[in-house]
């Protein structure tokens, strides 16, 4: 079967999706899917992480971008048939920093808080365009 082990007939990524689960836990009912042939991880309907393939990425925003560009994390890229593509808002959590489970923790927290701004300000920005108005509450 493409794209599955010989050995345990599981797709690459499936031990990490169970080992990234168990670690964000702690921060609530986090809902785990299929996405791009891996996982995505939301919390409360907000998407803070995804695993593809194999490689953990959270959401960051510049400052969690920052650190986990500084502990050697990319961000997540992809190829089309017909360009590169490089989604800037999510960066890779290197596997020799797994082990790491309260910093991951902490990185899984803040990608939460940076999933939520995105949500918050798309809705604002709907809320301005379908009205005509400002989105701001009087």
């Known amino acids: ?3 599955m082990t010989e050995r345990t007939g599981r797709r690459p990524g499936d031990e990490l ?3 990234a689960a168990e ?3 702690p921060l609530g009912a986090v809902g785990v899917a299929r996405l791009f042939g891996g996982h995505g991880f939301k919390l409360e309907g907000v ?3 995804m695993i593809v393939p194999g490689v953990l990425y959270l959401r960051a925003d510049a400052a969690l971008a920052a650190s986990l560009e500084a502990k050697g994390g990319r961000p ?5 048939k017909r360009r590169n593509v490089t989604a800037r808002s999510y960066r890779s ?3 020799d920093r797994l082990d790491e489970g309260e910093a991951v923790l902490e990185w899984a927290g803040r990608a939460v808080a940076a999933g939520r701004a995105v949500a918050a300000a798309r ?3 709907a809320r301005g365009k379908a009205g005509g108005k400002s989105a701001a509450l009087p």
């Open 47 to 49: 998407q803070f992480a």
């Open 23 to 25: 670690m964000f836990a």
């Open 93 to 95: 959590v290197r596997e």
């Open 17 to 19: 999706a169970g080992y």
């Open 123 to 125: 809705a604002n920005a």
């Open 1 to 3: 079967m493409a794209g």
């Open 76 to 80: 997540f890229a992809y190829r089309t």
